[in-house]
Every structure is written in structure tokens, then in C-alpha cells.
């Protein structure tokens, strides 16, 4: 038996995840290993099963979150920290060496409550990543609009935002707003 990549003190033992696929589990700190490719064989052979939609209020959610790098507990290569969502800096440890992924205790009640433990293999795709940059950009700049404009001036510039991108003349309304005086011949 592997030690655990995380705690150091237990020893990974196999078994499944809820009874549904093959993954190991730390003897000590109930962290787990699972592969990519046994969730995704699992998933091949259970196409209907779907993950409940809200297991518990999000916030009764307790899990942990290993800050430090830790190792792949097959190759021994540092694992890669990869976000879940843009709004929680929460991440979980993936292999990309051998695909798979550690989940600390509780990150797998975590991704059932956010309703993601039906895309595990997704999480750790490019895009999916690269989705997470994009909202996590927008979340600060619409941080900071709100914390200059405040947020009434703000609501009502999205508002005004939206609809002069939906008009054909676009354009010719904004050369009208940003013209000192739209009623001169001068400009």
C-alpha cells in the first residue's frame, strides 16, 4: 500500500467512492485518489445515473484544502493545484502526469453541492480552467466598476450597456453622446 500523498501518516486504501467507482482512500485523513479513467469508465457504463442536484446547503459544505504542494502518489511528480470555480479559491490536486486527482476530505461533498461531480474529468481540461480565468476576471472588473460607480450608477450603465449593443446604430449614438455639443456644425 502507497502512503498518503498528503498527510504522510496513512496508507491509501482501495475501494470506491460512495460505492460507485474505484478510488482509495487515506487511512488517516479520508482524503481520496481517484483516476480519471476509472470515474470515466464508470461513467461509460452508468450513462443515466446522475449526481443529486443539492446535497446540503453549499455552506454546511465542510472541506479541506491542502495549501502546500503535494506529490502524485504513482509517479511521485508534483501535482498541478486547479480551481473548481471562479468564485472559491478552493482548488484540488491533479496529476497530469497520470490523471488523476487527490480530493482532501470533503472536496467530493464540495463538488457534489457546487453540481460538478458529474464533470470530474472536465475540471481538469484546459477549458474548462481557462472558463474559470474568464469569470474571475469579470468578477474584478465588475468589482471595480461597482466600487467607482457604486451601485445604482453601475446597474443602470449595464443596463444603458446592453441595450446600445443590441441597437443597429450604435455607432451614430455614440458619436452623439461623446460629442460636446451634438447640435453644432463644429466640432
Known amino acids: ?13 482501495p475501494g470506491s467512492i460512495e460505492e460507485l467507482f474505484r478510488g482509495y482512500t487515506c487511512s488517516s485523513c479520508e482524503g481520496n ?7 470515466l469508465s464508470w461513467k461509460r457504463q452508468n450513462p443515466e445515473y446522475k449526481f443529486p442536484e443539492d446535497i446540503s446547503n453549499l455552506n454546511d459544505v465542510v ?37 488523476g ?11 457534489k453541492a457546487e453540481g460538478l461531480a458529474g464533470s470530474l474529468n472536465f475540471l481538469v481540461t484546459h477549458e474548462w480552467q481557462k472558463k474559470i480565468r474568464e469569470n474571475k476576471a469579470q468578477e474584478t472588473f465588475s468589482e471595480m466598476y461597482r466600487s467607482k460607480f457604486g451601485d445604482d450608477l453601475y446597474d443602470k450603465a449595464k443596463e444603458v450597456r446592453k441595450w446600445l449593443n443590441s441597437t443597429e446604430q450604435k455607432a451614430d449614438v455614440l458619436a452623439y453622446l461623446n460629442a460636446e455639443d451634438p447640435y453644432s456644425a463644429e466640432r
Open 101 to 111: 486527482v487527490w480530493l482532501d476530505k470533503g472536496e467530493w461533498d464540495l463538488l
Open 63 to 99: 472541506a479541506e484544502d491542502t495549501k502546500r504542494a503535494i506529490l502524485c502518489p504513482v509517479s511521485g511528480s508534483i501535482m498541478q493545484k486547479i480551481k473548481i470555480i471562479a468564485s472559491s479559491e478552493h482548488r484540488i490536486d491533479y496529476s497530469t502526469v497520470v490523471g
Open 1 to 13: 500500500m502507497k502512503r498518503c500523498t498528503s498527510c504522510k501518516d496513512g496508507v491509501l486504501k
Open 33 to 39: 485518489w481517484i483516476l480519471i479513467e476509472d470515474y
